[in-house]
């Protein structure tokens, strides 16, 4: 039994998905690791980590887009503004989508499917600094 820790940077200029499955699975490859479960977690308020749909664009601008709808920037809906108009609704996103993943590694393969990827989801409109911790556990 090991277990092994990353912090993933991603800097972030907008909001959009950032996809990041490639440097997951590279780690993996880098470090070993056999058998166990990978949980990923990003310590951001106004981010989040979604497994989603890697292959059609569109997807990404249509979930966008309906996250957009559901928490609207409009500070006149809100009284933490703080930080401008993306503040609260930036919370509110994340606060619908995770903070946390856990995924299961099998021989040294990180068990997705066919078409998902490991995203993170910047909520907030101007550049950012995030980091996305990858703790495994296992063999």
Do not use: C
């Not at 993933?8 to 996809?19: A, C, D, F, P, V």
């Not at 993996?28 to 989603?52: E, M, P, R």
């Not at 619908?96 to 409109?125: A, C, P, V, Y």
Request: proline content about 2%; aromatic content about 8%; cysteine-free.
């Amino acid at each position: 039994m090991k277990q092994k820790f990353y912090n993933l940077q991603i800097n972030t200029n907008g909001q959009k998905l950032y996809e990041f499955t490639n440097d997951t699975i590279r780690w993996i490859s880098q470090n070993n690791l056999n058998n166990g479960i990978l949980n990923l977690s990003i310590q951001h308020t106004s981010a989040s980590l979604i497994v989603q749909e890697n292959a059609d664009p569109d997807v990404q601008t249509d979930l966008i887009n309906y996250f957009d709808k559901l928490a609207p920037m409009d500070n006149n809906l809100y009284v933490h503004t703080t930080e401008g108009k993306d503040d609260m609704p930036a919370h509110i996103k994340s606060a619908l989508t995770n903070n946390q993943i856990s995924l299961s590694i099998k021989d040294r393969e990180l068990l997705l499917g066919t078409w998902q990827g490991l995203f993170l989801f910047e909520h907030r409109l101007e550049q950012q600094n995030r980091t996305i911790i990858h703790h495994f556990i296992g063999e």
